[in-house]
């Protein structure tokens, strides 16, 4: 190939490259035109994807912002003293202290009573309704756990501190009727008509071959139930009773009717056996609002060191509702594929 | 005919009042109504201090009830012959107790706990609660005999009582509610409530607007289009659905609420209206965010979105393969389909989730309180004042007629969506 001819027929190599361009540039709107066709015919794929994109960003949003937000409170409070037993300062008006060991406790404790009390429950209510053939008992019993889950949490806020305590409960030592034993109570009642349908579920799903095998086998419907649906049904039960812990945990209003929003005075940091459910302990989700600050209405913003802590408490129970699902959908996958081997 | 009729139903009625003399059942059945009046009555005793004389009573009857049993009736085999002995004593023994019981019970500080004081009501609920659970059981048992399906319904209330035991409380919540806020309840409370009430159904309305459409898309991405990553955004949304409101109002407040300097665009007007910002007007440079109803949906739509896009998984899930499959058989489109197959199908389920939704944001607080720190009755641009806000801001007299209206709002949401799943699944489906 010559050089010179090339640059002598110059108009040659420029129209051919124009013709390559061309042809690429109609390729290219011909490719684009496919792929709005293909778009435009499957439009519930594409409009499904970036609407499905929307709650998950916003998820990424809320996490990024706590964290974000939080990155402060570390650097200025150390970790020490976050995860010391010196429970916030608002209580106190002496130095500040930013412990959030016992606000981490006092959500254990409230979560752990309530899972005590709602867990029987539930699996009672999801047997009764499934299991046993009752009729109108089945039926309404379903309608009614329809019906309770629409009781907004604010209802128990409102009944909280009057109802159970100021009755039979005497707490001479506070000035208000509130107790961890009295918020782990609310608490269960709030989510068993969240929990019970999903163990309802995880029951019904258990394949009718393996309990007519067991009836068969001339076991009984009791036996069958613990011996046979009840295991099976394991994996579902964990995955509510799960969701039901980190519903139970995230609440704020139901524990701050029953546990109240800060600690009385006269309170030792940590309760003093660690198990006192008598004492006035509030979990994180109470005790982050209060620093900050926005239960109280007409502080224009929320800023300060105490801000900051609150920002981390947020994060603190993201961090455990992020471990807690993932366990549970690990643990239901492994179940599963163990069932269904 | 008539006649015969009622004669052969009297002779009926006869024989089974014969039966049960004669075989002894009558003891056996007064025991089972006893001890279910007792179940209930410890329910009510765990909750109320006025009943105290009632559990003595009722304790009385059935140990009396109970020795009968041993005395008169046939005895059963193995440990069930033993049974009722055990119960008539600890029937005694917490007789005793309840009679010499004091009426407050320093029980905190003999566990060596805070000192607490304790009605002794709490005490005689527990007993009977204790009690009654096992002799409801094994007088079925007496009742029926030992056949097999007697064997599975004396353990029948086990999961019975249990259940009772929580409605009954939720029933004492519910009628307290309406007890207390009813007085309240006239024509100039509802002038009092009404932007409350306006303020809620902008916020449900907006919020429903909001999470509709993603919603639907999300369900529909979940269940149908999404292949692989539908388990990822699955676990997003359950994440979605289990974050805390508290973490979410936090970072609304991070978004919304702020003091800077006022720039070129923060003086058009669209972000007043939008988002909330509001030049402060004694400095005039300095800008401040306040947060109105706008965000506050945008914010409580990650709660409802969830909710909306399970009820249409469930939705799209259940629908047979013939009919999606003859569709695009027939040369429907993907979207044809979608808009006359998977979407009539799925409707019941899509306006469940919806009214469960607008339940749920009817009854958020803290969405809407974190955002907003003072109230005006200016519906979209001000601030928005919901009926929980009014109920978490007012005292002990107002908030219980409020509470009635958020009760019956959230009540009627949950039961219209009840009853228009029925109503939709059988037009529908056919079901």
């Given at each position: 190939?010559?050089?010179?001819?090339?640059?002598?027929?110059?108009?040659?190599?420029?129209?051919?490259?124009?013709?390559?361009?061309?042809?690429?540039?109609?390729?290219?709107?011909?490719?684009?035109?496919?792929?709005?066709?293909?778009?435009?015919?499957?439009?519930?794929?594409?409009?499904?994807?970036?609407?499905?994109?929307?709650?998950v960003g916003?998820?990424?949003?809320?996490?990024?912002?706590?964290?974000?937000?939080?990155?402060?409170?570390i650097?200025?409070?150390g970790?020490?003293?976050?995860?010391?037993?010196?429970?916030?300062?608002?209580?106190?008006?002496?130095?500040?202290?930013?412990?959030?060991?016992?606000?981490?406790?006092?959500?254990f404790?409230?979560?752990?009573?309530?899972?005590?009390?709602?867990?029987?429950?539930?699996?009672?209510?999801?047997?009764?309704?499934?299991?046993?053939?009752?009729?109108?008992?089945?039926?309404?019993?379903?309608?009614?756990?329809?019906?309770?889950?629409?009781?907004?949490?604010?209802?128990?806020?409102?009944?909280?501190?009057?109802?159970?305590?100021?009755?039979?409960?005497?707490?001479?030592?506070?000035?208000?009727?509130?107790?961890?034993?009295?918020?782990?109570?609310?608490?269960?009642?709030?989510?068993?008509?969240f929990?019970?349908p999903?163990?309802?579920?995880?029951?019904?799903?258990?394949?009718?071959?393996?309990?007519?095998?067991?009836?068969?086998?001339?076991?009984?419907?009791?036996?069958?139930?613990?011996?046979?649906?009840?295991?099976?049904?394991?994996?579902?039960?964990?995955?509510a009773?799960?969701?039901?812990?980190?519903?139970?945990?995230?609440?704020?209003?139901?524990?701050?009717?029953?546990?109240?929003?800060?600690?009385?005075?006269?309170?030792?940091?940590?309760?003093?056996?660690?198990?006192?459910?008598?004492?006035?302990?509030?979990?994180?989700?109470?005790?982050?609002?209060?620093?900050?600050?926005?239960?109280?209405?007409?502080?224009?913003?929320?800023?300060?060191?105490?801000?900051?802590?609150?920002?981390?408490?947020?994060?603190l129970?993201?961090?455990?509702?992020?471990?807690?699902l993932?366990?549970?959908?690990?643990?239901?996958?492994?179940?599963?594929?163990?069932?269904?081997? | 005919?008539?006649?015969?009729?009622?004669?052969?139903?009297?002779?009926?009625?006869?024989?089974?009042?014969?039966?049960?003399?004669?075989?002894?059942?009558?003891?056996?059945?007064?025991?089972?109504?006893?001890?279910?009046?007792?179940?209930?009555?410890?329910?009510?005793?765990?909750?109320?201090?006025?009943?105290?004389?009632?559990?003595?009573?009722?304790?009385g009857?059935?140990?009396?009830?109970?020795?009968?049993l041993v005395?008169f009736?046939?005895?059963?085999?193995?440990?069930?012959?033993?049974?009722?002995?055990?119960?008539?004593?600890?029937?005694?023994?917490?007789?005793?107790?309840?009679?010499?019981?004091?009426?407050?019970?320093?029980?905190?500080?003999?566990?060596?706990?805070?000192?607490?004081?304790?009605?002794?009501?709490?005490?005689?609920?527990?007993?009977?609660?204790?009690?009654?659970?096992?002799?409801t059981?094994?007088?079925?048992r007496?009742?029926?005999?030992?056949?097999?399906?007697?064997?599975?319904?004396?353990?029948?209330p086990?999961?019975?009582?249990?259940?009772?035991f929580?409605l009954?409380?939720?029933?004492?919540?519910l009628?307290?509610?309406?007890?207390?806020?009813i007085?309240?309840?006239?024509?100039g409370?509802?002038?009092?409530?009404?932007?409350?009430?306006?303020?809620?159904?902008?916020?449900?309305?907006?919020?429903?607007?909001?999470?509709?459409?993603?919603?639907v898309?999300?369900?529909?991405?979940?269940?149908?289009?999404?292949?692989?990553?539908?388990?990822?955004?699955?676990?997003?949304?359950?994440?979605?659905?289990?974050?805390?409101?508290?973490?979410?109002?936090?970072?609304?407040?991070?978004?919304?609420?702020?003091?800077?300097?006022?720039?070129?665009?923060d003086?058009?007007?669209?972000?007043?209206?939008?988002?909330?910002?509001?030049?402060?007007?004694?400095?005039?440079?300095k800008?401040?965010?306040?947060?109105?109803?706008?965000?506050?949906?945008?914010?409580?739509?990650?709660?409802?979105?969830?909710?909306?896009?399970r009820?249409t998984?469930?939705?799209?899930?259940?629908?047979?393969?013939?009919?999606?499959?003859?569709?695009?058989?027939?040369?429907?489109?993907?979207?044809?389909?979608?808009?006359?197959?998977?979407?009539?199908?799925?409707?019941?389920?899509?306006?469940?989730?919806?009214?469960?939704?607008?339940?749920?944001a009817?009854?958020?607080?803290?969405?809407?309180?974190?955002?907003?720190?003072?109230?005006?009755?200016?519906?979209?641009?001000?601030?928005?004042?919901?009926?929980?806000?009014?109920?978490?801001?007012?005292?002990?007299?107002?908030?219980?007629?409020?509470?009635?209206?958020?009760?019956?709002?959230?009540?009627?949401?949950?039961?219209?969506?009840?009853?228009?799943?029925?109503?939709?699944?059988?037009?529908?489906?056919?079901?």
């Amino acid at each position: 190939m010559n050089i010179k001819r090339v640059l002598r027929n110059w108009p040659r190599t420029v129209n051919s490259i124009l013709a390559m361009i061309s042809v690429a540039m109609l390729l290219f709107i011909k490719y684009i035109g496919y792929l709005f066709h293909k778009t435009v015919r499957n439009w519930p794929r594409v409009v499904s994807f970036i609407l499905a994109l929307i709650p998950v960003g916003m998820l990424v949003f809320i996490v990024f912002t706590v964290i974000y937000k939080s990155i402060p409170a570390i650097h200025d409070v150390g970790w020490g003293e976050l995860f010391s037993t010196n429970f916030i300062s608002p209580r106190g008006s002496g130095s500040a202290a930013y412990g959030l060991v016992p606000a981490i406790w006092g959500s254990f404790l409230a979560v752990a009573l309530a899972m005590l009390i709602a867990i029987p429950i539930s699996i009672a209510m999801a047997v009764l309704s499934s299991e046993f053939s009752l009729g109108f008992i089945s039926r309404g019993l379903r309608a009614t756990l329809g019906l309770l889950l629409g009781i907004p949490p604010i209802i128990y806020y409102v009944m909280a501190g009057i109802l159970i305590v100021a009755n039979v409960f005497m707490l001479p030592n506070f000035s208000t009727n509130q107790c961890t034993l009295y918020g782990g109570i609310m608490l269960a009642f709030f989510i068993v008509p969240f929990m019970a349908p999903m163990v309802e579920d995880a029951i019904k799903n258990v394949p009718h071959n393996l309990k007519e095998a067991s009836l068969a086998l001339g076991a009984n419907r009791w036996q069958t139930l613990t011996g046979v649906t009840l295991p099976v049904a394991m994996s579902g039960i964990f995955y509510a009773v799960m969701l039901g812990v980190l519903k139970a945990m995230g609440d704020v209003f139901v524990l701050a009717g029953a546990i109240g929003w800060a600690k009385p005075d006269n309170q030792p940091d940590m309760p003093d056996p660690l198990w006192d459910v008598l004492e006035i302990n509030p979990p994180l989700t109470t005790t982050g609002p209060l620093l900050g600050g926005t239960a109280q209405a007409g502080r224009s913003t929320c800023d300060g060191i105490s801000c900051d802590v609150a920002y981390l408490s947020g994060l603190l129970v993201l961090i455990i509702a992020f471990v807690l699902l993932s366990t549970a959908v690990y643990l239901q996958n492994r179940w599963k594929r163990r069932i269904a081997q | 005919m008539m006649a015969g009729a009622v004669r052969e139903s009297t002779l009926a009625r006869l024989e089974f009042y014969n039966i049960l003399v004669r075989q002894g059942k009558v003891i056996p059945l007064l025991t089972l109504v006893i001890s279910l009046l007792g179940f209930i009555l410890g329910c009510l005793c765990l909750f109320y201090n006025t009943l105290e004389s009632y559990p003595v009573v009722l304790l009385g009857c059935l140990s009396i009830l109970l020795i009968g049993l041993v005395l008169f009736v046939r005895r059963r085999e193995g440990y069930w012959a033993k049974l009722p002995f055990v119960f008539a004593g600890l029937c005694m023994i917490s007789l005793i107790v309840l009679l010499f019981i004091p009426e407050y019970v320093d029980i905190g500080g003999a566990a060596g706990f805070v000192d607490t004081k304790i009605h002794h009501s709490v005490f005689s609920g527990l007993l009977l609660l204790a009690i009654t659970l096992p002799t409801t059981s094994f007088s079925l048992r007496y009742l029926l005999g030992s056949s097999p399906s007697a064997h599975d319904i004396s353990r029948y209330p086990l999961f019975i009582l249990p259940v009772i035991f929580v409605l009954i409380w939720y029933g004492i919540i519910l009628f307290h509610i309406f007890d207390w806020g009813i007085d309240g309840l006239s024509w100039g409370t509802f002038g009092d409530l009404k932007y409350p009430i306006r303020g809620t159904f902008i916020f449900i309305g907006l919020t429903c607007l909001i999470s509709l459409p993603i919603g639907v898309g999300t369900g529909a991405f979940l269940s149908e289009y999404g292949g692989r990553l539908s388990g990822l955004v699955g676990f997003a949304i359950t994440l979605c659905r289990s974050i805390s409101v508290y973490i979410l109002a936090l970072s609304a407040l991070g978004l919304v609420t702020f003091v800077k300097e006022a720039d070129f665009l923060d003086r058009t007007f669209i972000w007043e209206a939008i988002v909330g910002y509001k030049l402060n007007e004694t400095t005039g440079i300095k800008f401040e965010g306040y947060g109105t109803v706008i965000p506050g949906a945008i914010f409580m739509s990650v709660l409802v979105i969830p909710v909306i896009a399970r009820a249409t998984e469930e939705g799209f899930r259940s629908l047979p393969r013939e009919l999606r499959e003859g569709s695009l058989a027939l040369g429907a489109t993907e979207g044809r389909t979608f808009t006359h197959v998977l979407l009539p199908w799925a409707l019941p389920n899509i306006v469940t989730g919806l009214l469960l939704g607008c339940a749920e944001a009817a009854g958020m607080l803290a969405v809407v309180m974190f955002l907003t720190r003072s109230y005006s009755n200016n519906p979209l641009f001000g601030h928005v004042n919901t009926l929980s806000t009014y109920i978490f801001m007012s005292g002990e007299e107002n908030r219980f007629n409020a509470s009635i209206i958020l009760l019956l709002l959230c009540l009627g949401f949950t039961l219209i969506a009840l009853i228009l799943k029925r109503i939709f699944a059988k037009r529908y489906r056919g079901a």
